[in-house]
């Protein structure tokens, strides 16, 4: 498919630094201004950031044009035919997209610097409790003009209710077209910690103000202050206590009907609030990493998410595959890294027999894009790597307390369940266990609900959930 949009742009955005950000394009992609081919990208859940300044023209019709496939492609995540998998990729830019003006000194976009732990803002914290936490803020600024730049980065920190908490400026020094990194450090006493149970969102305002105080740069940016630990066999710990909730969630695709791929970000909301409602805590994002606006969703609601990188049931030997795998990583976590609601990362590809050192890659590229507290990442507990990961997805089963891969549970490390029930048959019996239509009856849901809940038979239930 092909898109193409006619435009002159704005005389007052002559002089602006200038780029063009696609939340996601499906499948394949390129992009090309005014003839001119921008960029190249493979793999349709990250974003597409493209420098167009020198690129187009001022006073005339300008054309961009996107050209994106979505057909099989083995070279790239996911990888896999989509007539053997049970769901589609559909196609083309389903996400939103912006042209995004700076002026010559701006804050960078991660996905665009490509610099491991880097570009942008990066906001982490450490030793949290109820007295105080500390809140680590990482900041690059590019200075693309001719002339050495001189100014500030300023940093306030405000309540939901707008009060001010905290705030902090530091000089910056930056010569013509280079970049420079700020670190700093905010501590707030006794401060609103994020929760399921009470989503408290900071507002992070973030200025670049010259050497006279006029604002150069900046945007504001929702915080959710909290600890995450997973400890093993002492459990889940949240702001330095156990968590005593039951973790119950569910996994959550991004299409929907009529729409496919093409969600309004209202629709991702309100998928996050019926989810919230129904009493869930934790939503893993299966398989991919999804809509910026359902994380935006689930930080204010107060849902846990774990991130995964996109791919499922699919390897292909050639080295472009893994790189390309080793980039999704990276890139998905510079988008997401900011979010309270990110729990654990899932770096690994879903249901995929892959080689141990893919996996042991795969868990140090997370660790080396987030070099802070708090970040952890989980794997399957039968795949090859698994001994590099801290927490291991597994389901127990009814009987003898034994889990679905294995009896050896180590009390070191912490173990989850990030999918079970699904028993299907043939897909169309109605004595099916699992995936049962409606119109098929009363008789077959009531298979259906006995199977989740408590089954006579050895199998992951409600009931043993419950009760490990």
């Known amino acids: 498919v092909w898109y193409r949009k006619h435009f002159t742009p704005d005389a007052a955005l002559k002089g602006k630094k200038l780029f063009l950000h696609f939340e996601a394009i499906m499948g394949k992609s390129k992009i090309y201004v005014?003839?001119?081919?921008?960029?190249?990208?493979?793999?349709?859940?990250?974003?597409?950031?493209?420098?167009?300044?020198?690129?187009?023209?001022?006073?005339?019709?300008?054309?961009?044009?996107?050209?994106?496939?979505?057909?099989?492609?083995?070279?790239?995540?996911?990888?896999?035919?989509?007539?053997?998998?049970?769901?589609?990729?559909?196609?083309?830019?389903?996400?939103?997209?912006?042209?995004?003006?700076?002026?010559?000194?701006?804050?960078?976009?991660?996905?665009?610097?490509?610099?491991?732990?880097?570009?942008?803002?990066?906001?982490?914290?450490?030793?949290?409790?109820?007295?105080?936490?500390?809140?680590?803020?990482?900041?690059?600024?590019?200075?693309?003009?001719?002339?050495?730049?001189?100014?500030?980065?300023?940093?306030?920190?405000?309540?939901?209710?707008?009060?001010?908490?905290?705030?902090?400026?530091?000089?910056?020094?930056?010569?013509?077209?280079?970049?420079?990194?700020?670190?700093?450090?905010?501590?707030?006493?006794?401060?609103?910690?994020?929760?399921?149970?009470?989503?408290?969102?900071y507002n992070l305002i973030v200025r670049i103000r010259d050497e006279k105080g006029n604002p150069i740069d900046g945007y504001r940016r929702r915080i959710g202050i909290r600890s995450i630990e997973f400890k093993g066999e002492d459990g889940f710990w949240l702001n330095g206590k156990p968590y005593e909730a039951p973790l119950i969630g569910a996994n959550r695709h991004q299409d929907f009907a009529i729409v496919g791929n093409a969600v309004p970000n209202s629709i991702h909301w309100r998928d996050a609030k019926k989810l919230r409602d129904a009493g869930m805590k934790?939503?893993?994002?299966?398989?991919?990493?999804?809509?910026?606006?359902?994380?935006?969703?689930?930080?204010?609601?107060?849902?846990?998410?774990i991130v995964n990188t996109l791919g499922w049931q699919f390897w292909n030997d050639a080295p472009v595959f893994a790189q390309r795998v080793y980039s999704d990583i990276r890139n998905l976590v510079r988008r997401d890294r900011n979010h309270p609601c990110v729990w654990m990362w899932e770096p690994i590809l879903n249901e995929t027999w892959y080689p141990a050192n893919f996996a042991r890659n795969a868990h140090d590229i997370v660790e080396a894009e987030y070099p802070y507290p708090y970040c952890y990442s989980g794997c399957d507990s039968e795949a090859k790597g698994k001994e590099h990961f801290q927490i291991l997805f597994t389901h127990p089963l009814n009987g003898d307390g034994g889990a679905y891969s294995t009896n050896d549970i180590k009390k070191q490390l912490t173990y989850f369940t990030r999918e079970w029930g699904d028993n299907v048959d043939d897909w169309n019996s109605h004595n099916s266990p699992s995936r049962v239509a409606r119109n098929w009856g009363e008789q077959a849901m009531l298979i259906q609900a006995q199977h989740y809940a408590r089954p006579s038979y050895k199998y992951t239930s409600y009931d043993a959930l419950y009760r490990t």
């Open 34 to 201: 005014n003839g001119k081919l921008l960029a190249e990208h493979f793999g349709g859940y990250l974003p597409v950031v493209v420098d167009v300044t020198d690129a187009l023209e001022f006073g005339k019709e300008n054309l961009i044009a996107v050209w994106a496939d979505n057909s099989n492609d083995p070279n790239y995540p996911p990888g896999k035919q989509q007539e053997v998998l049970d769901f589609t990729y559909f196609g083309g830019i389903y996400r939103d997209c912006w042209l995004i003006a700076h002026n010559q000194v701006f804050i960078t976009d991660p996905n665009y610097e490509n610099e491991e732990a880097g570009g942008g803002l990066f906001v982490a914290y450490n030793n949290v409790s109820d007295h105080s936490a500390e809140v680590l803020l990482k900041i690059q600024i590019r200075n693309s003009g001719r002339k050495a730049f001189k100014g500030v980065v300023e940093y306030e920190l405000q309540q939901p209710d707008g009060q001010q908490v905290a705030s902090l400026n530091s000089v910056i020094r930056i010569k013509p077209g280079k970049s420079t990194y700020s670190s700093d450090k905010l501590t707030v006493k006794s401060p609103m910690l994020w929760s399921p149970e009470n989503p408290a969102l």
């Open 282 to 305: 934790v939503i893993r994002n299966a398989h991919c990493p999804q809509d910026p606006a359902f994380m935006d969703a689930c930080d204010e609601l107060g849902l846990f998410v």
